[in-house]
């Protein structure tokens, strides 16, 4: 092994000048360097070629060019390749098989007719799938015998059920139409796999990618195991076509109480958050399961997402949710993540999706479906019961992907390498330590050279954040929408030139003090090995417990890159080992001190340029050498070429730089579009930028000594064209457009001829402006009234000239929403428990909210009022029609969810319910509800009537985008004032639904 860079230098890394010795004044022939028996002798003619000689030396010695050229290939590099590991036109090939061409046709067909229209629950495009789903199915179910179908609209699927979230329980009550084909297996001894998808969209997106794509493969699926040459599968697979997820996951919630879901024990979940690219593997429920996914041709995932949905960074939910948590089941989660700005859009059309999109869905999941059907897994053995001692199949999985290559391993396993690197490489530095400096002490070590690169470190990161905040942030608050990456490089740029200027800034500070036998590239790598060392040591730990919202599966990156840092250093540290012990060489005097920054090059231990310039002559310093010492000391330099850099080099930076940066893309390309979401994201997005920037710095920083006089050039006018960039260009364009939220309201209490346009978005977004140039706001002369709300978000709100039109018979808005308080509180016992009734006519309607509170509810009064609601199963009220006893203990109900004799659906909660939703099929069907509550007496001054009352807040939401027709044909859009905006909004403004509807009408009673 070569000796370390700077094993022979003088006191401050230069190397020695001509001097009366004819031993530095003799040049060799062919300007080769004298041999180890003499400095005067010409090399032999058997000795390698002199241009061999010269390119070794020029490309592995430590020189400024050698450097900067492999630092600039190592980048380029990693960027070109985490590039192809991520697009969807380098990973991908198109079906080669007639049997997947003819599935791959056919579903794309489906996804075309899927996505024609608009279809959230509450409108006519619902049913429309719905209708043309159960046409595709009937048309396959009859080619095999072992193939069926059953609709939940057959009645037994009605459901009911709470769910709390922190003091706020939500009962959800859900009329369910799912469609579910099971492909029978031929070993009914095998627990089923589910493959899920919802094929409802929200209000503003035709819902191509969510979930458009997850349904056409739940279809592919059942066409490929309907043809003929198709043998039966062993394991039996449930196809789930579930309807309303997008607003409370009811559809997969809705599943769990089908018949077919009790043999169900594995489940693939196919999903869109994004719209369009490559889909990835999101999260998986256990190792055990997730390692099946590295059989499948194109798999695509990491674990850092896991992390992120797990530890509630992504703020949205999936079918997964259900299926994990209420169903028990082991399963996958498998996404479009990008990009985001078109998701729940009407960007989410059949125009900005490819094929070759749907292909990589439908091939993993038809890949991940035959490898879990086709016979028995291990995880089998845990359904029959068996007991797996050593078993990790349960534990949390670590995972990741590269270039269609898969890689997981459970947590524990990985908690095992983790704590063995620990151990391991304390043990195998220190005692190299010792002997270095405790036995040979030939490497001298001052506080200067120590502290140095933390303190360049911490310095430039202060700076940068700086930066950051007073210029990125306040010239261009959204650019990260934009082009996240671009502040990425910028800041790496500044970060880089930051930690070259101080580091050498020091050196220059000090070079009259420095130290012969000092190392500082090596000093660096310790010093970033420690560094990876803690951090590994705290994710380690996390590790031991980890649990959802305090999940670590995602830092596995640390462990390589702690291994291939501590390495690097071994091999450092061997070198001094093995080095002769120090002689004794005197200081450098003033005199002798260069700037750091100047013609010549800067010497940090190259060791073939150094033995160059004193065989030539060509130095300007000397060494403080006694004559008969310098042929020694030319030995030594000539004996060694010290090219363990280039080792150190190719182990740390290019493997390090590739793991950093492609992590660091997922991440940023997964949530940069949340910018547009709050403040909260905002700030978190710009600590994120910065970080990756930093992390993407820290490979590179014990070779920034020797970088390039012209790459630091570069760097300063890469970071001056950088600002320069941030300054002019634009947030928003047509590809990365402004994203707002709408909704028409009408509030019945206040006037039931009018409707308000509320637009809610960012703070400092031109989202005024877009509303200003808008016709009906132009031509009412009255600006949209911006109000701000909590976390940066603002609502813009203006009087509407265009009413929504679902009602052709309405005269008014009360048609739309109207309630009969049926019977109000019966008891007569003021400490008992109160009971009303009423009945809520809704047109044209699928959806209503109801929120509960006391009458004169004081602040010291937190606890939910209602403890009971009932839903009749008849329509309209009769003489024959009950509630409940007011004294609910005498009543025998049950807590949770029941049923009465009649078919009526209970929920009670003694807790207390604060919110009640309604979803039903029947578009015209009144919703006959019933409560239970307790009396408020949290205060004295209340009278005994108010104390008594309940305030229902009602509010019901429509979605149909449909035209209707007049009597006269006359064709209308029954949303013209979304029409309107979708209409006559610039390019770069995207509009999404801002809840479950795009019109709501709301009404309070008092019962």
């Known amino acids: 092994m070569s000796e370390p860079e700077s094993s022979a230098l003088p006191q401050n890394g230069s190397v020695p000048a001509a001097t009366s010795s004819p031993a530095l004044n003799k040049q060799t022939p062919h300007g080769d360097h004298p041999s180890e028996s003499t400095a005067e002798t010409p090399k032999k003619s058997n000795s390698l070629p002199n241009i061999l000689l010269i390119f070794i030396r020029a490309t592995f010695g430590y020189r400024k060019t050698s450097l900067s050229l492999l630092v600039f290939l190592t980048y380029l590099v990693v960027v070109v390749l985490s590039y192809i590991d991520n697009s969807l036109d380098y990973t991908t090939l198109l079906p080669t098989t007639p049997t997947e061409r003819s599935v791959l046709r056919k579903s794309w067909l489906d996804l075309q007719n899927i996505g024609k229209q608009e279809h959230t629950y509450g409108s006519s495009g619902n049913d429309f799938v719905h209708h043309y789903l159960e046409q595709q199915i009937l048309g396959e179910v009859t080619k095999k015998k072992y193939i069926e179908y059953d609709n939940d609209l057959n009645g037994n699927n009605t459901i009911l059920y709470g769910a709390r979230s922190g003091d706020f329980n939500s009962v959800s009550y859900y009329e369910s139409n799912n469609l579910v084909v099971r492909i029978n297996g031929s070993n009914s001894e095998l627990p089923a796999l589910l493959v899920s998808s919802h094929f409802d969209s929200v209000p503003s997106s035709f819902g191509v990618t969510d979930d458009g794509m997850g349904v056409a493969t739940l279809l592919g699926i059942l066409y490929y195991y309907a043809i003929k040459t198709t043998a039966q599968p062993e394991r039996t697979i449930v196809l789930n076509f579930n309807n309303n997820e997008e607003f409370g996951l009811y559809g997969a919630t809705a599943f769990l109480s089908h018949p077919w879901s009790k043999n169900v024990r594995y489940f693939l979940n196919l999903e869109g958050t994004g719209a369009g690219g490559r889909p990835i593997l999101f999260r998986g429920t256990d190792y055990g399961i997730v390692k099946h996914f590295a059989g499948v041709r194109y798999p695509y995932g990491t674990s850092i997402f896991q992390e992120g949905f797990n530890n509630h960074l992504i703020h949205s939910e999936t079918d997964y949710k259900v299926y994990k948590e209420s169903g028990g089941l082991r399963g996958l989660d498998l996404a479009f993540y990008k990009p985001r700005d078109l998701y729940h859009t009407a960007g989410d059309n059949i125009k900005n999706v490819s094929p070759k999109s749907l292909y990589l869905m439908l091939a993993t999941s038809l890949d991940f479906t035959n490898i879990i059907t086709k016979g028995p897994i291990d995880l089998d053995n845990e359904y029959l019961g068996e007991d797996l001692q050593g078993n990790t199949s349960t534990d949390f999985a670590i995972y990741a992907s590269f270039l269609n290559y898969f890689f997981s391993i459970p947590v524990t396993d990985f908690f095992v390498f983790s704590i063995g690197l620990l151990v391991i490489v304390p043990l195998a530095s220190l005692p190299l330590l010792l002997v270095i400096f405790g036995y040979k002490k030939n490497w001298q070590l001052s506080f200067v050279n120590v502290i140095k690169l933390p303190l360049s470190v911490v310095s430039s990161a202060i700076v940068l954040h700086i930066l950051t905040e007073t210029i990125v942030v306040n010239l261009n608050e959204f650019l990260p929408n934009n082009s996240p990456l671009s502040i990425v490089f910028i800041l790496f740029a500044v970060f880089l030139f930051l930690n070259y200027f101080i580091l050498n800034g020091i050196n220059l500070l000090f070079l009259r003090y420095k130290i012969v036998n000092h190392d500082e590239k090596l000093i660096a790598i310790i010093e970033t090995s420690f560094l990876y060392w803690v951090i590994l040591l705290w994710s380690t730990i996390k590790l031991a417990n980890n649990k959802i919202g305090d999940d670590h599966t995602g830092e596995y990156p640390f462990i390589l890159l702690s291994a291939l840092q501590a390495f690097a250093a071994l091999v450092g540290l061997i070198g001094w080992g093995v080095k002769p012990p120090r002689r004794r060489v005197k200081k450098i005097t003033s005199h002798e001190a260069q700037p750091l920054l100047n013609n010549r090059e800067q010497h940090y231990g190259s060791h073939d340029l150094e033995v160059e310039r004193v065989v030539s002559g060509s130095s300007s310093l000397s060494l403080n050498l006694e004559p008969e010492e310098v042929d020694v000391k030319v030995k030594e330099y000539i004996k060694t070429f010290s090219y363990d850099w280039s080792l150190q080099f190719l182990t740390i930076v290019p493997l390090s730089t590739y793991l950093i940066y492609n992590s660091g893309y997922l991440i940023v390309d997964g949530i940069n579009k949340s910018i547009q979401e709050s403040l909260i994201a905002e700030k978190f997005i710009f600590k994120l930028l910065q970080l990756f920037a930093i992390a993407l710095t820290i490979p590179l920083l014990p070779f920034v000594y020797k970088l390039n006089r012209l790459v630091v050039y570069g760097l300063v006018g890469f970071s001056a064209v950088g600002f320069l960039f941030i300054a002019s260009v634009e947030p928003f364009d047509q590809k990365n457009p402004l994203k707002v939220r709408f909704i028409q309201k009408v509030d019945l209490d206040n006037s039931t001829t009018s409707s308000y346009v509320s637009v809610l978005g960012r703070v400092g977004s031109p989202l005024s402006h877009v509303l200003a140039d808008i016709p009906s706001v132009k031509e009412s002369g009255k600006l949209p009234v911006c109000e701000p709300l909590t976390d940066g978000n603002q609502a813009c709100t203006y009087k509407s000239a265009l009413p929504p039109y679902f009602v052709p018979e309405a005269t008014s808005f009360s048609d739309y929403l109207h309630v009969d308080v049926l019977k109000n509180s019966s008891s007569s016992n003021p400490f008992g ?94 919703y006959h509800l019933a409560f239970q509550w307790v009396p408020n007496f949290a205060d004295s001054e209340f009278e005994e009537s108010d104390s008594k009352k309940l305030d229902v807040s009602i509010q019901c939401f429509w979605s149909d985008l449909t035209h209707l027709s007049d009597e006269d044909g006359t064709v209308r859009s029954s949303i013209p004032a979304y029409e309107e905006l979708l209409h006559f909004s610039p390019n770069y403004v995207s509009i999404a639904n801002w809840d479950k509807g795009l019109v709501s009408v709301s009404k309070a009673v008092q019962i």
């Open 833 to 926: 428990l109160l009971t009303g009734e009423i009945q809520i006519k809704t047109p044209k309607n699928r959806q209503c909210t109801l929120n509960f509170k006391s009458s004169q509810s004081s602040k010291r009064h937190k606890e939910a009022p209602v403890k009971t609601v009932i839903i009749f199963n008849k329509s309209k009220p009769n003489n024959d029609t009950k509630v409940f006893s007011s004294d609910i203990s005498a009543s025998g109900i049950p807590e949770g969810f029941s049923r009465d004799k009649d078919g009526s659906f209970i929920f009670k909660d003694l807790s207390g319910i604060d919110q009640l939703q309604l979803n039903k099929l029947d578009w015209d069907k009144p």
